[in-house]
T-cell receptor, first 113, second 119 residues
């Protein structure tokens, strides 16, 4: 079965600092995709970044980058230069083979001025 | 362009009643998904449509839940004989390509959700 584990229920970061949100995954399928979503208090899930299992390089999207370590089955999200608007829930998700998208329990990030 | 839209944004109903939740996907997206999110949890998959047909309904919790997408665009999630445990946020998402096919193009884009409260 596919599984996503986010071990940090909550994280604090100072404004303008970088922060890493942890995500580990479990699948036996060699083909999979990893996704990170942001969910502000408004409730909408906002897509941030995608990493494919066969991608050779770590994905980057603006201030977001994904530290993909395939052998360790980890896909940590790095947010650089944190802003107050980054305060939200962050979800890691995976889709493997023909299975549906599976989400972790999320990490609540609070950015402090 | 317009994102995924969902109506209503909030729905309060009484136990035992019937409700319909609507989702309008991004234009051109062939795949449509429904999820349910309980407080403090990540979204949980309910059903996935490719075109008009339900390609995977393995996440529907029981036969009180049903969804349709008759013309391959708008979808309706229907819940019969609602129970208090059905209270949650129901999220809809769409993607350009079907899962497992095209990597980045299978990225799912979500709507704002419908908050359902069953009293």
């Amino acid at each position: 079965a596919q599984k996503i584990t986010q071990t940090q229920p909550g994280m604090f970061v100072q404004e303008k600092e970088a922060v890493t949100l942890d995500c580990t995954y479990d699948t036996s399928d060699p083909s999979y995709g990893l996704f990170w979503y942001k969910q502000p208090s408004s409730g909408e899930m906002i897509f941030l970044i995608y990493q494919g299992s066969y991608d050779q390089q770590n994905a980057t999207e603006g201030r977001y980058s994904l530290n993909f370590q395939k052998a360790r089955k980890s896909a940590n999200l790095v947010i650089s230069a944190s802003q107050l608007g980054d305060s939200a829930m962050y979800f890691c998700a995976m889709r493997a083979g023909n299975t549906p998208l599976v989400f972790g329990k999320g990490t609540r990030l609070s950015v402090i001025a | 362009g317009a994102g995924v839209s969902q109506t209503p944004s909030n729905k309060v109903t009484e136990k035992g009643k019937y409700v319909e939740l609507r989702c309008d996907p991004i234009s051109g997206h062939t795949a449509l998904y429904w999820y349910r999110q309980s407080l403090g949890q990540g979204p949980e998959f309910l059903i996935y449509f490719q075109g008009t047909g339900a390609a995977d309904d393995s996440g529907l919790p029981n036969d009180r839940f049903f969804a349709v997408r008759p013309e391959g665009s708008v979808s309706t999630l229907k819940i019969q004989r609602t129970e208090r445990g059905d209270s949650a946020v129901y999220l809809c998402a769409s993607s350009l390509a079907r899962p497992g096919l095209a990597g980045y193009q299978e990225t799912q884009y979500f709507g704002p959700g419908t908050r359902l409260l069953v009293l």
